[in-house]
């Protein structure tokens, strides 16, 4: 293939343990993706902090469904894989 460099484990831990460990960073340094980066991580992965949106509709619905997982567990069924089956 053309234009893969290919970097040996050796090789890298030589570049890694060569590496400045406190690099100076300058102030108005940006991210690999770019400025227009605002968040390091996706908003669907980890939102800012602050953001809850927990609404009554949403904890009655999770509430409900933890509920109805312990009530068929109590029954002695097990819904690990999809359809209720007697636990053994």
Same mark, same amino acid.
């Given at each position: 293939m053309r234009g893969v460099i290919e970097i040996t484990d050796d090789? !890298?831990? #030589?570049e890694a343990?060569?590496?400045?460990p406190d690099p100076e960073v300058p102030d108005d340094a940006v991210p690999?993706? %770019?400025p227009d980066v605002v968040s390091? !991580?996706?908003?669907w992965y980890m939102p800012?902090? %602050? #953001?809850n949106r927990r609404t009554? @509709? @949403?904890a009655v619905v999770v509430v409900g !469904?933890?509920?109805? !997982?312990?009530l068929v567990n109590a029954a002695g069924l097990c819904v690990t894989f999809g359809?209720?089956?007697?636990?053994?």
């Open positions: 090789e !890298l831990a #030589t343990l060569a590496a400045d690999f993706a %770019g390091l !991580l996706p908003e800012p902090a %602050g #953001t009554p @509709r @949403r !469904l933890v509920a109805s !997982l312990v359809w209720p089956e007697i636990a053994w």
